[in-house]
């Protein structure tokens, strides 16, 4: 059973960056789509960037584009999410999830992928 455990999330101010970290276990993560995604109370749980397998092709939401990096680490089993020029509007729950669906493009509804993590709070204020 593949588990994902997320960490670094936390309280920082409008501008400042955080670096997210999603730990894979349990199956052959390596070989599958991992994203990240972001929900808020009352609001649809939305993608924010996804990463094929060898870490070749991303892809992001527009609200992110240019501020966060997602990036992989297959020998370690770990997806990571760098977010720069944070805002308010970032403020959400942080979800890491695998997709096991292999055709392009990289899926971008939650439904397509199919374990998650109990999610990281990121608050940004200011």
């Known amino acids: 059973q593949v588990q994902l455990v997320e960490s670094g999330g936390g309280l920082v101010q409008a501008g400042d960056s955080l670096r997210l970290s999603c730990a894979a276990s349990g199956g052959p993560v390596s070989m599958f789509t991992m994203g990240w995604f972001r929900q808020t109370p009352g609001k649809e749980r939305e993608f924010v960037a996804g990463i094929i397998w060898n870490g070749g092709r991303t892809n992001y939401a527009d609200a992110v584009e240019g501020r966060f990096t997602i990036s992989r680490d297959n020998s370690k089993s770990m997806v990571y999410l760098q977010m720069n020029s944070l805002k308010p509007e970032d403020t959400a729950v942080y979800y890491c999830?695998?997709?096991?669906?292999?055709?392009?493009?990289?899926?971008?509804?939650?439904?397509?992928?199919?374990?998650w993590g109990q999610g990281t709070q990121v608050t940004v204020w200011g």
């Open positions: 999830a695998l997709s096991r669906i292999l055709s392009t493009p990289i899926p971008i509804m939650a439904n397509e992928y199919e374990y």
